[in-house]
């Protein structure tokens, strides 16, 4: 088994890098979707949250209530860090699993957007960096995201720089591109993470 940490800036489009990873063969484990279904109502995760938090955080159905928890967490570092010693140890043991129920030849990508900022590069057998400019982030996440400027600019603020991905990217993709030219990049690199799997396996 050949384990991949797939990571990049907020907007920088890892979606549709694992998108196109998982349609070549990769097993997906996503951080933020696991990170979601950990703080489902009902779960102890929502329970921890609304402990440290307050009911400010759940919305009138009883579920979390993203836009307000963020409001709190993104703009003080010490709520941020409560939060993520509640979500990251639930996220890591969801993901240990995922990971266990992959075939022995399989190749686990796993989507971690925050792995520069949790120094977690040295889990995995490969890290690949999806990179975009500052520019093409904060153009997405504004076109396309509905963020304001603001809003855009603190959340890439509050996240590792772009430098500091690529000081710890084995492979990088860049998403600066038309999106054929991105498709045709990540074949490349789907080759060669197969070469490794390979030598790994033999």
């Known amino acids: 088994m050949l384990t991949v940490g797939l990571t990049g800036g907020i907007g920088a489009g890892k979606s549709e890098v694992s998108r196109l990873l998982v349609e070549h063969g990769a097993v997906l484990v996503d951080a933020d979707r696991i ?3 950990v703080v489902e109502p009902g779960t102890p995760g929502l329970a921890a949250i609304v402990d440290a938090f307050g009911e ?11 836009p307000a928890l963020g409001a709190i967490v993104f703009a003080d570092a010490d709520r941020l860090a409560v939060l993520n010693g509640i979500v990251h140890p639930l996220v890591g043991a969801r993901s240990a699993e995922l990971k266990a129920a992959a075939p022995d030849d ?3 990508v796993q989507d971690v957007p925050l792995l520069t900022e949790n120094g977690l590069q040295d889990r995995y057998d490969l890290v690949i960096v999806v990179d975009t400019s500052p520019a093409t982030q904060l153009d997405r996440l504004v076109r396309l995201r509905g ?10 603020a509050a996240q590792a720089t772009r430098a500091q991905r690529l000081a710890i990217a084995d492979i990088v993709i860049d998403n600066d591109v038309p999106r054929g030219e ?14 490794r799997a390979t030598m790994k396996s033999g």
Do not use: K
Request: hydrophobic share 50%.
């Open 35 to 37: 990170a979601r279904e």
């Open 147 to 156: 963020m304001t400027e603001a809003d855009a600019r603190a959340r890439m």
């Open 106 to 108: 399989a190749v686990v």
């Open 182 to 195: 991105l498709s045709a990049r990540v074949t490349e690199v789907w080759a060669e993470l197969l070469r």
């Open 56 to 66: 400010q955080v759940l919305s009138e159905d009883g579920s979390l209530d993203r």
